[in-house]
């Protein structure tokens, strides 16, 4: 192959310091950002935001595409999206084995103005509440999402762990603090 790319963190580790001695290099840094408690968080009903289901989640799915294309089209190195893609992860066993969130802006509208994937844990269940994606049409859809569900958090701490220094809503996650 041309390039090859492996995502993996313990940068002190064997492994690490084998594919250093091995002439590969970092490409990318992710960023851990977490997001403090604020007094008010709007109600769901308050806000057009909704918690949905899998059925509706999926239902929604060429939106959902649409707009992941139009966020993150431009950047390599994720699964390529298309239809059947949202039933294939939420099959899959990390979905299937602990609790997620799948929220969604605008849907009584008839368009999805954004959506946000976020579950308790990063790799294992646990209290914390892990976001795991989130796209608007907009900034202000996209911080309307990030309000939302760290208010879901309920006084645990609340991670935006695989944020990349090019990822576009990082700039908005360093402004709320």
Same mark, same amino acid.
């Given at each position: 192959?041309?390039?090859?790319?492996?995502?993996?963190?313990?940068?002190?580790?064997?492994?690490?310091?084998?594919?250093?001695?091995?002439?590969?290099?970092?490409?990318?840094?992710?960023?851990?950002?977490?997001?403090?408690?604020?007094?008010?968080?709007?109600?769901?009903? %308050?806000?057009?935001? @909704?918690?949905?289901?899998?059925?509706?989640? &999926?239902?929604?799915?060429?939106?959902? *595409? +649409?707009?992941? #294309?139009?966020?993150?089209?431009?950047?390599?190195?994720?699964?390529?999206?298309?239809?059947?893609?949202?039933?294939?992860?939420?099959?899959?066993?990390?979905?299937?084995?602990?609790?997620?969130?799948?929220?969604?802006?605008?849907?009584?509208?008839?368009?999805?103005?954004?959506?946000?994937?976020?579950?308790?844990?990063?790799?294992?269940?646990?209290?914390?509440?892990?976001?795991? %994606?989130?796209?608007? @049409?907009?900034?202000?859809?996209?911080?309307? &999402?990030?309000?939302?569900?760290?208010? *879901? +958090?309920?006084? #645990?701490?609340?991670?935006?762990?695989?944020?990349?220094?090019?990822?576009?809503?990082?700039?908005?996650?360093?402004?709320?603090?």
């Amino acid at each position: 192959v041309d390039a090859l790319f492996v995502i993996r963190g313990g940068e002190r580790s064997e492994g690490y310091r084998f594919y250093r001695k091995t002439g590969h290099g970092d490409l990318s840094y992710m960023c851990h950002y977490e997001l403090p408690e604020e007094t008010h968080w709007p109600a769901a009903n %308050e806000s057009g935001i @909704e918690v949905l289901d899998r059925e509706h989640w &999926l239902a929604l799915e060429p939106q959902l *595409l +649409a707009l992941y #294309e139009r966020h993150y089209g431009r950047f390599g190195g994720g699964w390529q999206r298309g239809p059947g893609y949202w039933r294939t992860i939420l099959d899959a066993h990390v979905y299937r084995d602990r609790k997620w969130w799948l929220i969604a802006l605008g849907t009584e509208a008839e368009r999805v103005r954004g959506y946000l994937v976020a579950s308790h844990g990063l790799w294992k269940a646990s209290p914390d509440l892990c976001l795991y %994606e989130v796209v608007g @049409e907009d900034d202000a859809a996209t911080v309307q &999402l990030l309000r939302y569900v760290r208010g *879901l +958090a309920d006084g #645990e701490r609340f991670r935006a762990p695989y944020v990349s220094l090019a990822n576009p809503v990082r700039s908005l996650l360093r402004e709320m603090g």
